[in-house]
C-alpha cells in the first residue's frame, strides 16, 4: 500500500440518465440514498457499504467544475473516478512524483484525496 492511502473512499460512476440508473441499480438489489442536489448542476444517489460507497453521479447543467464529468459523459456513461481515503491527504498526493517517472500514469488526473474525519481536503494532481 502507499504511504498514507487507507483505501478506497469511493468510486463515481457517471451516468447521463440518472432515473434509469436508479431504476436498473435498484432492480440489481442495491439499496440507494435518496436523491442529491448539487449546487454545481449535478445529482446523484449513492450505495453505502460501511466506510465506502459508489457514486451514481449524473451532469444536469453544465458547470465549469464539472467539465471533465461532462466530457467523460459525451463518450458514455461508467467509472470515472475514484476518492481515496488517507490519514495525510498532502503526502499521499506527493508521493506520485517521488516515486513514479511518470506519475500521470499511475496516479488518476481527476484523483482526489480524502482524509477521514472531521476535516477535507481534495487535491488535483498535474498531469
Known amino acids: 500500500m502507499r504511504p498514507h492511502l487507507l483505501g478506497v473512499d469511493h468510486v463515481v460512476i457517471l451516468i447521463d440518465d440518472i432515473d434509469a440508473a436508479e431504476a436498473a441499480w435498484s432492480r440489481l ?5 435518496p436523491r442529491g442536489f448539487h ?3 449535478t445529482q446523484n444517489h449513492c450505495m453505502m ?3 465506502d460507497y459508489l457514486e451514481l453521479l449524473s451532469v444536469i447543467r453544465p458547470h465549469p467544475v464539472t467539465e471533465y464529468f461532462s466530457a467523460f459523459l459525451a463518450q458514455g456513461d461508467g467509472a470515472a473516478a475514484v476518492a481515496f481515503s ?4 498532502q503526502a ?3 508521493w506520485p512524483r517521488r516515486q513514479c517517472s511518470h506519475p500521470a500514469r499511475h496516479w488518476p488526473r481527476a484523483g482526489c484525496c480524502r ?6 481536503q481534495r487535491h488535483r494532481l498535474p498531469v
Open 29 to 33: 438489489g442495491f439499496n440507494l440514498t
Open 39 to 41: 449546487s454545481i448542476g
Open 49 to 51: 457499504f460501511g466506510s
Open 86 to 89: 488517507t490519514d495525510d491527504s
Open 92 to 94: 499521499c498526493c506527493r
Open 115 to 120: 482524509i477521514r474525519g472531521p476535516s477535507t
